[in-house]
């Protein structure tokens, strides 16, 4: 393990000083910058702890969580949006514990999971994007016109009637940005959002998540993915790595990975 220049188990605090580094289009705009506080948080499951003692606070709109494969990226982002409950430590993720306060997390936090099979319930695609409407209280027809709304905005609107099951990776995992997206949430947490997506859709995809005026939480083990993320957090073993800027984080983390890489521990991965 590198001598990380953060220290792995500390208390970390950061604010976002995004709205300095970006362009008047693309700027999100002071408004919605979302607390996430993590105060010690451990969770275990199946009697082994994956995450380990968590103890961040940040003020965001661009944050990066990075890491190598089981490292914990996506058990947190079920953690942050809620969907699982922490072992001990405390959670704060806009202002409400979002596992306890279940109405504000479907309200303000967006989930995209690493795997849109995990995600997706529903026959076709307009009825993907509606449910999460109707999850939200929208009667039927406001949902139907919201959802189409949506799809229209993605140039999309001739999905509505295709099965979800009859789309590939890439085009599901559109169809669940999309039903986030519908929601309006304040938050979008992004679970490597990428994977499977060829050149023209993921171009498609960033241009939008650049102009989406609430926060977003882009999970990636690719720094290339998280070029317009100024603040990373990077997690190791279910611990805090390091956090901090891209630059401070980025050197060591790609080091880090070069030298895991060099070596061989795939074998004693699933420990
Ligand atoms: N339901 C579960 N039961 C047992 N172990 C689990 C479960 N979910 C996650 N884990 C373990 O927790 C650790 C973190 O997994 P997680 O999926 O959060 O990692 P990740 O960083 O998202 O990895 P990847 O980059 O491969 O997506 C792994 O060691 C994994 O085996
Ligand atoms: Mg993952």
Same mark, same amino acid.
């Given at each position: 393990m590198a001598n990380f220049s953060l220290g792995i188990g500390s208390s970390f605090s950061l604010h976002d000083n995004t709205m300095n580094n970006t362009t008047p289009t693309s700027s999100p705009t002071a408004q919605n910058i979302t607390s996430v506080q993590l105060d010690q948080v451990c969770l275990d499951i199946q009697?082994?702890?994956?995450?380990?003692?968590?103890?961040?606070?940040?003020?965001?709109?661009?944050?990066?969580?990075?890491?190598?494969?089981?490292?914990?990226?996506?058990?947190?982002?079920?953690?942050?949006?809620?969907? %699982?409950?922490?072992?001990?430590? @405390?959670?704060? $993720?806009? *202002?409400?514990?979002?596992?306890?306060?279940? #109405?504000?997390?479907?309200?303000?936090?967006?989930?995209?999971?690493?795997?849109?099979?995990?995600?997706? %319930?529903?026959?076709?695609?307009? @009825?993907?994007? $509606?449910? *999460?409407?109707?999850?939200?209280?929208?009667? #039927?027809?406001?949902?139907?016109?919201?959802?189409?709304?949506?799809l229209t905005t993605f140039g999309k609107a001739h999905w509505q009637d295709v099965h979800t099951s009859a789309l590939s990776q890439g085009q599901k995992h559109l169809v669940c940005l999309m039903a986030i997206v519908a929601m309006k949430p304040n938050l979008i947490i992004l679970d490597e959002p990428f994977a499977g997506l060829d050149i023209p859709t993921k171009k498609q995809l960033q241009r939008y998540l650049d102009t989406f005026p609430g926060s977003l939480i882009h999970i990636s083990h690719d720094p290339n993915d998280l070029d317009n993320y100024h603040q990373l957090l990077w997690l190791e073993g279910g611990k805090v790595a390091a956090f901090g800027t891209k630059d401070d984080v980025l050197p060591q983390y790609l080091a880090e990975m070069h030298r895991i890489g060099d070596s061989d521990d795939i074998s004693i991965l699933a420990h």
């Open positions: 009697g082994k702890r994956v995450l380990d003692n968590l103890s961040v606070n940040v003020q965001t709109k661009r944050l990066g969580i990075i890491g190598r494969n089981g490292s914990g990226k996506s058990t947190l982002s079920r953690v942050l949006s809620g969907l %699982i409950e922490i072992s001990a430590g @405390e959670l704060s $993720v806009a *202002g409400f514990d979002p596992f306890h306060d279940r #109405k504000s997390a479907i309200r303000e936090i967006g989930l995209l999971f690493q795997n849109p099979d995990h995600q997706i %319930i529903f026959p076709t695609v307009l @009825e993907e994007v $509606v449910f *999460g409407l109707r999850q939200l209280g929208q009667k #039927k027809a406001q949902a139907e016109q919201n959802a189409l709304e949506t």
